[in-house]
């Protein structure tokens, strides 16, 4: 089974500096880091759960909300089985627990775990 493992999250004033990170470990079965789309997750108090950012297996193609756009840049390191989530000019609004994901196709479903999560509080 895959675990992941978040880290870097804190409190920061607003216009400040974050960067999450997620350890990956556990590959099995001919899988390895770089088989999984990673994604970073984030759910604010009273709010549902919602897709911050996205990466493919070897990096090429990015995605991200647009509320992070310009401020936020995912990354991976497959050396490492680390994906990486840099958060710049940091508002009250992303204040919200952080989780990491991670996804593939199997036979016949999706196969995807879920971190822990890391708290990120923004405020004065």
């Known amino acids: 089974q895959v675990q992941l493992v978040e880290s870097g999250g804190g409190s920061v004033q607003p216009g400040g500096s974050l960067r999450l990170s997620c350890a990956a470990s556990?590959?099995?079965?001919?899988?390895?880091?770089?088989?999984?789309?990673m994604s970073w997750y984030r759910q604010a108090p009273g709010k549902e759960r919602e897709l911050v950012a996205t990466i493919t297996g070897i990096g090429g193609n990015t995605n991200y909300a647009d509320s992070v756009k310009g401020r936020f840049t995912i990354s991976r390191d497959n050396a490492k089985s680390t994906v990486y989530l840099q958060m710049n000019s940091l508002k009250p609004d992303d204040t919200a627990v952080y989780y990491c994901?991670?996804?593939?196709?199997?036979?016949?479903?999706?196969?995807?775990?879920w971190g822990q999560g890391t708290q990120v509080t923004v405020s004065s």
């Open positions: 556990g590959f099995t079965s001919g899988f390895t880091f770089s088989s999984y789309v």
């Open positions: 994901h991670a996804f593939r196709w199997g036979t016949i479903r999706k196969v995807d775990y």
